[in-house]
């Protein structure tokens, strides 16, 4: 909630407050008052609000340029501060656009650095992949079929869809499970989150089994 309270620490400089601030504006759609509090609080070096700049900058939003180059430095900054989102962008932005000469191996080590300061099943998943997928740009090196399935484990037993969809085309493929792999399809699809070409394929391969 926004209070008056809360504006007065914010603009004598309390950095907690200037985030709070930050996100409460994001969350009630002020994009103009939610960059002002994201570049103070990322100014004295709050490690969510450097990452928020990132994010913005990645995609654009709030009127800002997109500028994957400053976007990339915010990640960082926000990674060096410990981070857990910080290293998750920074390892997607790697990993999908090989940026500043880092690729797939430094992506599976901030993937890792991320689930290890907090655990959650997305960077489980996206370790997963890694491993599953192996540096494509170089001969699929460190694919690891063995530790992809430890990883995509973890990530399924928490539901995530996109692991769910993802091991479920992995255990079809070496044609084991095929009961568990189609009731996971069953599952990301009836989830509402996958993105709209893995919900073509999950629904193109449940036609045909």
């Not at 410990?82 to 962008?89: H, L, N, Q, V």
């Not at 797939?104 to 960077?123: D, G, P, R, T």
């Not at 998943?125 to 540096?135: F, V």
């Amino acid at each position: 909630m926004i209070t008056n309270e809360l504006i007065l620490k914010a603009e004598q400089g309390d950095v907690t407050a200037q985030w709070d601030l930050c996100w409460e504006y994001y969350e009630n759609g002020d994009s103009e008052k939610e960059l002002h509090w994201a570049k103070k609080a990322a100014e004295n070096g709050h490690p969510r609000a450097l990452w928020r700049l990132g994010d913005l900058y990645e995609w654009g939003d709030c009127g800002l340029q997109i500028d994957i180059q400053k976007a990339i430095e915010y990640y960082q900054l926000a990674a060096d501060a410990g981070d857990a989102s910080g290293y998750y962008s920074l390892a997607d932005a790697c990993y999908n656009r090989n940026v500043a000469g880092k690729g797939w191996s430094e992506a599976l080590e901030y993937f890792k650095k991320s689930e290890s300061i907090k655990s959650n099943a997305q960077s489980q998943e996206r370790i997963a992949r890694c491993y599953y997928y192996g540096d494509k740009r170089n001969n699929k090196a460190g694919s690891n079929l063995q530790k992809a399935v430890e990883w995509y484990e973890k990530a399924v037993a928490q539901k995530e869809p996109t692991a769910q969809f993802h091991y479920a085309c992995l255990l079809l493929k070496c044609g084991c499970e095929n009961e568990r792999a189609i009731d996971m399809l069953k599952k990301a699809i009836a989830s509402g989150e996958l993105i709209k070409v893995d919900l073509e394929a999950a629904n193109n391969l449940l036609k045909i089994l």
